[in-house]
């Protein structure tokens, strides 16, 4: 197939790529994200694709592998995926909110977006191919792209009689008329010519949203919507199945499927799974079935006529008798906003998230959050480890702080004269905390409060996002209505009415080591203060790739990174800029909102769609938060020589007797060899792998022993 408008990535890796195990020195990326939640059921090969919010999963059913993709590991074009379409031999699309468009020919990937291509959308939700062979790519908010005669082509509200420009779903009848799904105005024909809208204002389907659309062999056209499952032949027009008229466990329906027997297969947003044969329905709910979620996002019918669904927790298929669940999580991530990090003295991680709560990783995630009744509340905004371990943990419910023997405490309304929520927690010199509010500034020692606020005409306003501590001790919080300054003896306000800081709402402050203050706002960019002098920094003096900054963190060489809404992380070494985006780096979004290094020179990312990144330019540094050989169960592997010219040792250390197994797999993932497969005992051991009649290039092992799994890559060389 002709690639036009493309960028091409190398292949990076296909293949089992677990958390645990990422550390490799010439891998400059990692993702932390949220792979439970699945979006998208989709098949290439003998591989189940499953879209999910921070990633994809290639599960083989038959040798119950999987696989997992990422934006770091992968050319990805972003990690939220949405749809995908298979070529066969030439390749697969896949579409993703976000990150535009991409394409995998087995070898290498190329991507569709705003910048490189005639795309007027980067959030991608529906891929199809019609009966003429033309590829139709729907977006979010801006139409349909059909990709016909080797050359993109755009219908919109603005130059087609389309009725909406929010696509959800597209498939076609064999008339070669498209049919689409749209979110606000109905159901949409395309005849190759003429436009034909379907919705309530006509009185062709009880909802104009439209989730879904599949067409059957009889060419009925079958509408998943938020009030039913709407049917539309060219002999009775419409008519729509809802819970009043129908055995339906509910009329939110949000997709539709057919199966090889001519069943239509429906899944509900809430209440299971139905079947309809055309005379009598079939129910799947947690409470009749082995159903594992009611809340079912997506349907899909493998080719061997298994029936699959996505769900807020992983993926599960329909065997004929049971619904099995397919496990999907890599991380204890829920969600993927994360606002806040940073590690302790063993370099072990903590992130604050939006939806899960604190998480330490320490090589396995431990979660700290309302539902195991450790924190009052699973949104943490500020996470703050100090010089003795002790972790401070901000949010809506307050303050939490687990000292070195591992207890929790809580200060909120009941316990404290705090003030919340805390966004952003900082450590003076002399063990005082201090803590960004919404309440004014707040210090904290040995369990005496003091609040300083715009009442006492201390702050410009109560609405602090930051706080910061500079070389001499001094107190720097950033508000919404300008930046203070406390010297111990007084505040002073800096404003934009001042003329020294570009914009009066300020998000972020930092201090770097030669004692310059830096500044981020909402809409003016980045201010630096030398202690005698303002220097701006926007978007049309600098290299900032926006104005609105979120996060900074200066590095110990005398650089600042920059955490963006919209323009991903930019880094200023004193003389040039430099822009990570989702267009020019693997990083997983472009909205940041927290930084910090570790002890090995990573940069940790915080991002608000993307989950967590790790990143180092010379390769991600191992650190503690790995899974080492001796934690209880796990093992240590390490492959020589690699590169491989013959055979290759994998020399393996347990720290318990245990099942051992090692898989090979090649680009694609395809399974080329099993090694293994006998009991061990704790200690060192040796597998060999004859690589003799392998061909060059790059592989993957994916070792188990026990419950416990670990992979890396190896290279053939001839």
Do not use: C
Not at 40 to 54: A, F, L, P
Not at 94 to 118: A, E, K, M, V
Not at 184 to 212: C, H, L, M, Q, R
Not at 624 to 651: K, L, Q
Request: net charge negative.
């Amino acid at each position: 197939m002709k690639q036009i408008y493309s960028v091409v990535i190398p292949l990076i890796a296909i293949a089992l790529v677990s958390y645990s195990s990422y550390a490799q020195s010439d891998q400059k990326w990692v993702n932390y994200t949220n792979t439970r939640s699945t979006l998208k059921i989709g098949q290439r090969g003998s591989d189940i694709w499953i879209g999910t919010e921070g990633g994809l999963v290639q599960y083989n059913r038959a040798m119950q592998t999987k696989g997992f993709l990422f934006r770091a590991n992968s050319g990805l074009p972003g990690n939220n995926i949405t749809s995908f379409f298979d070529e066969g031999n030439d390749g697969v699309w896949i579409g993703t909110l976000g990150g535009g468009l991409g394409f995998f020919d087995g070898t290498n990937w190329s991507s569709y977006n705003t910048r490189n291509s005639p795309f007027t959308s980067n959030d991608i939700t529906a891929i199809h191919r019609d009966h003429l062979g033309d590829v139709w790519v729907g977006t979010y908010d801006h139409g349909l792209m059909r990709y016909a005669d080797s050359k993109w082509e755009a219908f919109n509200t603005d130059n087609s009689e389309i009725a909406s420009d929010n696509i959800y779903a597209i498939a076609s009848d064999t008339s070669g008329h498209v049919w689409i799904a749209t979110r606000g105005k109905g159901v949409v024909e395309f005849d190759g010519t003429n436009w034909s809208a379907y919705n309530d204002a006509n009185g062709a389907i009880s909802s104009n949203y439209a989730n879904g659309i599949v067409v059957d062999s009889l060419d009925k056209v079958w509408v998943a919507t938020d009030k039913g499952l709407s049917v539309y032949d060219a002999i009775n027009s419409w008519w729509t199945y809802d819970n009043t008229n129908s055995s339906l466990p509910s009329n939110s329906i949000a997709a539709v499927a057919l199966d090889k027997s001519g069943n239509i297969w429906a899944a509900t947003s809430s209440s299971g799974v139905a079947k309809f044969n055309g005379h009598d329905w079939t129910i799947y709910t947690t409470a009749n079935s082995s159903l594992p979620e009611s809340q079912v996002r997506d349907i899909f019918v493998a080719a061997d006529g298994t029936v699959w669904i996505a769900t807020s927790d992983g993926a599960a298929y329909y065997n004929g008798t049971s619904w099995v669940h397919v496990e999907t999580t890599t991380t204890a991530l829920t969600q993927n906003k994360v606002n806040s990090a940073s590690v302790d003295s063993k370099n072990v991680l903590w992130l604050g998230s939006d939806g899960t709560g604190a998480l330490r990783y320490d090589g396995s995630w431990s979660v700290f959050s309302d539902a195991n009744q450790i924190l009052p509340s699973s949104t943490v905004r500020s996470v703050l480890v100090d010089k003795t371990d002790r972790v401070w943990v901000g949010g809506g419910f307050g303050l939490a702080v687990k000292d070195a023997a591992g207890q929790w405490k809580v200060y909120d309304l009941s316990t404290s004269q705090l003030h919340f929520p805390v966004y952003a927690i900082a450590m003076d010199s002399t063990g005082t905390t201090w803590l960004a509010t919404e309440g004014g500034v707040v210090t904290f020692i040995t369990g005496s409060w003091h609040t300083y606020n715009q009442a006492a005409l201390q702050l410009p306003s109560d609405n602090v996002n930051a706080v910061a501590i500079d070389k001499n001790n001094d107190i720097w919080a950033g508000t919404d209505q300008g930046l203070a300054h406390y010297d111990r003896s007084s505040w002073t306000t800096i404003t934009k009415g001042s003329g020294s800081i570009p914009a009066d709402n300020v998000n972020a402050v930092a201090a770097d080591k030669d004692g310059n203050i830096w500044v981020g706002t909402t809409g003016g960019g980045l201010a630096r203060y030398n202690g005698t002098s303002w220097t701006v920094f926007d978007s049309t003096n600098s290299g900032l790739p926006v104005n609105d900054v979120q996060a900074i963190l200066p590095d110990n060489k005398g650089g600042v990174w920059v955490g963006t809404t919209g323009g991903g992380l930019a880094m200023y070494d004193g003389t040039n800029w430099k822009t990570l985006n989702i267009f020019n780096s693997q990083i997983p979004d472009n909205d940041i909102l927290a930084l910090a290094f570790d002890h090995k020179g990573n940069l940790i990312i915080g991002t608000a769609n993307g989950g967590a990144a790790i990143y180092n330019e010379s390769g991600v540094v191992s650190a503690v938060h790995d899974v080492a050989a001796g934690a209880e169960g796990n093992a240590g592997v390490v492959v020589r020589p690699n590169p491989i010219t013959g055979a290759g040792v994998f020399n393996v250390t347990l720290a318990q007797p245990s099942q051992v197994t090692v898989a090979i797999f090649d680009a694609l993932g395809n399974r080329i060899a099993n090694l293994g497969g006998v009991m061990m005992d704790a200690g060192e051991h040796a597998i060999n792998w004859d690589a003799a009649g392998v061909p060059a290039g790059a592989y993957f092992y994916h070792l188990r022993a026990g419950s416990v799994a670990t992979t890396g890559r190896v290279i053939v060389a001839r």
